[in-house]
C-alpha cells in the first residue's frame, strides 16, 4: 500500500482559539447598539467590537498615530508575541524601537480587522441575537467595510487626523481606501505590495482556497463550530496555496530546490519527499491553529470585491482628487501577486489626481512576502518617507 | 536611464553651498519660489533638493531604480517612470514648471516628450549638452570619429544618449512646434553662462550646454 500522510490535527484546540475570538488578550472597543456599522451588503452591523493594540503615546496634538492595517491573515498583535502562536510580531522588521514604525516617535494602532478572528466581530464570533457562532449567518464584508470600521475606532481614540496609514497586500488595500473615502483624516499613506483592485488571477486563487475549505467534509455548510470541530484540512490546503502565490519560484528554489527531507532517496509513496512539501504542510497545519475557516471565506471575499475605481465611475483618478495626503507606494519585483504594473497604475492616477506621490520598485526574488521580511531598501524607504512627512507633519523625535 | 548614468557632470562642480552643479543652479534661478515642479529624469534628486531649499512644491520622474530609492530616502516624491511613455499620464496645466534636464538626448521621441513638457507645464526648462560644442566638432572632423568629452565618455555603441542635438537643431525644433523660448543660457566647458549678447553661432559653437525657459507659442 501506498504510504500517505495527512496534515496532522491543530496542536492547539478549537476552544482554545475561540476565546481569543470573544475575549481577545488586547483592547477591545465595544459599539453598542446606538453605534452600528452600517455595511456595504445594507445590514447593519450591531452591537460589535473591535480588538487593537497600541504601542507608544500619543503626543498632546495628537498628531503623531499610525494606523497599521494588517493583511489578510494577519491581526492585530503587530509587534508583541502572539497570544495563540507564542511567535513574535507579524510586523517586526517595520514596527519596533530603531525601527522605522517607532514607538518612542509615534502612537502605533493595529486593529484586527471586522470579519477577523483575533476578537473583532467576525463569522467566529457569537450572535448575540442567537447566542450561537455567526458561522455563515455574518453579513458579507467588504475593504470599505473594514475601513469605516477603523474610522469608529479612531474616533473613539479621540483621533482626528491618522500621521499616516501604513500597510501591505490587503492592509494596502485598506490604506487606499483611508486616503479614498477619509482624505482629510490621513497626512500619510505608506500602500506596500497591493492595488486598487483584485485581479482576476488573485480571485481565482481565492477560489481555490474556499473552494478547499468547503469541500472539507468538517465544514458542515460553514456550522462546524457547534459540533466542536475544525475544517483544518480544507483550511490548510488552502493556506498551502496561498503561501505559493505570497513566494516566487526562485525564492522557493534557493530555499529547498529539489532536496529531500530526512532521506537520501525518493519513499515512492505520497509522503512529503520534499523539503518544499514539509515546508508547505507546516505552514498549512500552523496556521490552522490559530485561524478560522470561516473568517478566511469572509476575508478573502472582501478582498475579491475590493475595486476603487468602480467606487468612482471607473475613473481611478476620481478616487483621488484634490487629495492633499503624500503618498508612498513601494512594489517588489518578484511579486506576482500584486505585480509592479498595479502600483504603477495606482501611481499614475495618484499622479493624474496632483497627489504628492513617491513610487518605488524594490528588488528582490522573495516574492509578494517580501513586505514581511528583512528587506533593508524597503525599510529605508519607509522610515525616510516617513521622516519626512513627520518633518512636514511639525512631528519631533520623542514627541519632544 | 538615470541623468548620471547618460551624462556624469562631475566636472561641474560650482564651490557653491551644498556644492549644487552650475547647471542645476541655473535652472532653480528660473524657478519662481513656491511654484509646483515636475523634474523628468531627476536622477538622485539633487536639483529636487536644490529647489526645496527654495519652497518649491518638486516631483520627480526617474527610471532607474536605484535614484528613485536614493530619491525617496531624501524625502522626496519621485515616481519610477520613463519620460518616453509616462508623461502622457499627466494631466495638462498640472505644474508650472516641467524641467527635462541632461535628459532630452536620452528619450526615444524627444519633440513628442518636449510637446508633453509643454502640455503638463505651463513652462519648461530644458538643459541638454550640445553637439555643436567646438570640441565636439573638432573630433569628428580632426579625428574622425564620434566625439567623447569628458561629461560624454561613453563610446558610441554603449551610450544611452541616442538623440545629440546641437543648440540651433534645439532653436529649430522649437519654431518647428511653436514653442516660444522666454530665456536662453549656454554654459561653457566650466560651468559658466556665456555671456548674453553673442549671437547664436558664438553658442551653438562655444556652448557646452544650452539651458533653455520654454513657454507655448501663440500659433492656435
Not at chain 1, 526574488?365 to 511639525?394: N, T
Request: with cysteine.
Amino acid at each position: 500500500m501506498v504510504g500517505v500522510q495527512s496534515i496532522p490535527s491543530p496542536a492547539i484546540t478549537a476552544d482554545e482559539r475561540s476565546h481569543e475570538v470573544d475575549h481577545p488578550s488586547s483592547h477591545v472597543a465595544q459599539f453598542g447598539s446606538e453605534q452600528p456599522l452600517r455595511l456595504d451588503c445594507g445590514v447593519d452591523l450591531s452591537p460589535f467590537q473591535i480588538a487593537y493594540q497600541t504601542y507608544g503615546e500619543l503626543n498632546a496634538d495628537r498628531s503623531n498615530a499610525i494606523l497599521i492595517c494588517h493583511a489578510l491573515t494577519g491581526d492585530q498583535h503587530v509587534a508583541n508575541v502572539h497570544p495563540v502562536t507564542g511567535k513574535p510580531g507579524w510586523w517586526e522588521t517595520l514596527v519596533g524601537p530603531g525601527r522605522p514604525l517607532d514607538p518612542n516617535e509615534y502612537f502605533i494602532i493595529c486593529s484586527n480587522v471586522i470579519g477577523g478572528c483575533m476578537g473583532s466581530t467576525g463569522p467566529a464570533s457569537i450572535n448575540p441575537a442567537t447566542g450561537k457562532v455567526w458561522g455563515l449567518d455574518f453579513p458579507v464584508i467588504t475593504i470599505p467595510d473594514m475601513v469605516r470600521a477603523q474610522a469608529m475606532l479612531i474616533d473613539r481614540l479621540g483621533i482626528d487626523t491618522l500621521f499616516a496609514v501604513v500597510g501591505g497586500s490587503m492592509g494596502g488595500m485598506q490604506v487606499l481606501q483611508w486616503t479614498a473615502a477619509y482624505p482629510s483624516r490621513v497626512f500619510s499613506a505608506l500602500a506596500i505590495a497591493c492595488s486598487t483592485r483584485h485581479s482576476a488571477q488573485n480571485i481565482a486563487f481565492h477560489e481555490l482556497g474556499r473552494q478547499a475549505v468547503m469541500a472539507d467534509p468538517d465544514w458542515h455548510h460553514g456550522g462546524y463550530a457547534d459540533r466542536g470541530i475544525h475544517p483544518h484540512r480544507g483550511l490548510a490546503v488552502a493556506r498551502m496555496a496561498a503561501h505559493i502565490t505570497y513566494l516566487s519560484d526562485a525564492a522557493l528554489h534557493r530555499k529547498f530546490g529539489r532536496r529531500m527531507q530526512d532521506r537520501e532517496l525518493p519513499t515512492f509513496s505520497f509522503d512529503a519527499d520534499f523539503q518544499v512539501e514539509s515546508y508547505l504542510r507546516y505552514q498549512g497545519s500552523s496556521f490552522v491553529e490559530r485561524f478560522d475557516a470561516n473568517s478566511y471565506l469572509y476575508l478573502t471575499r472582501a478582498m475579491d470585491y475590493f475595486d476603487i475605481a468602480a467606487d468612482h465611475g471607473g475613473v481611478l483618478a476620481k478616487a483621488f482628487a484634490g487629495i492633499q495626503t503624500r503618498f508612498c507606494v513601494v512594489s517588489f519585483t518578484s511579486d506576482w501577486l500584486f505585480p509592479t504594473s498595479e502600483s504603477r497604475a495606482l501611481v499614475h492616477a495618484l499622479n493624474a489626481s496632483s497627489a504628492r506621490v513617491s513610487f518605488a520598485e524594490i528588488e528582490t526574488d522573495r516574492g509578494h512576502d517580501a513586505f514581511l521580511l528583512d528587506v533593508p531598501e524597503f525599510l529605508d524607504i519607509s522610515r525616510a518617507f516617513l521622516q519626512s512627512a513627520g518633518k512636514a507633519r511639525g512631528l519631533t523625535a520623542n514627541n519632544a | 536611464m538615470s541623468v548620471q548614468e547618460a551624462l556624469p557632470l562631475g566636472g561641474l562642480a560650482t564651490g557653491q553651498p551644498g556644492d549644487f552643479r552650475a547647471d542645476h543652479v541655473l535652472v532653480a534661478n528660473m524657478v519662481k519660489p513656491g511654484s509646483k515642479v515636475l523634474d523628468v529624469g531627476c536622477g538622485e534628486g539633487d536639483l529636487l533638493q536644490l529647489l526645496e531649499t527654495r519652497g518649491v512644491d518638486g516631483r520627480g520622474i526617474e527610471l532607474s531604480r536605484e535614484g528613485v530609492n536614493r530619491c525617496v530616502a531624501k524625502g522626496l516624491a519621485v515616481v519610477q517612470g520613463d519620460a518616453d511613455t509616462d508623461l502622457v499620464n499627466y494631466p495638462d496645466d498640472a505644474f508650472d514648471y516641467v524641467i527635462l534636464s541632461q535628459t532630452l538626448q536620452a528619450t526615444r521621441q524627444p519633440k513628442v516628450v518636449l510637446e508633453n513638457l509643454l502640455r503638463i507645464g505651463r513652462r519648461a526648462i530644458v538643459s541638454f549638452p550640445n553637439f555643436g560644442f567646438w570640441k565636439m566638432r573638432l573630433q569628428l572632423l580632426i579625428g574622425g570619429h564620434m566625439p567623447r568629452t569628458e561629461n560624454l565618455p561613453a563610446s558610441w555603441y554603449d551610450t544611452a544618449n541616442i538623440h545629440f542635438c546641437t543648440i540651433k537643431d534645439f532653436v529649430e525644433l522649437c519654431d518647428a512646434i511653436d514653442v516660444k523660448m522666454e530665456r536662453a543660457e549656454a554654459l561653457d566647458l566650466y560651468g559658466r553662462p556665456l555671456r548674453l549678447r553673442m549671437p547664436w553661432w558664438v553658442w551653438n559653437l562655444f556652448g557646452e550646454q544650452g539651458v533653455f525657459l520654454l513657454t507655448r507659442g501663440g500659433r492656435t
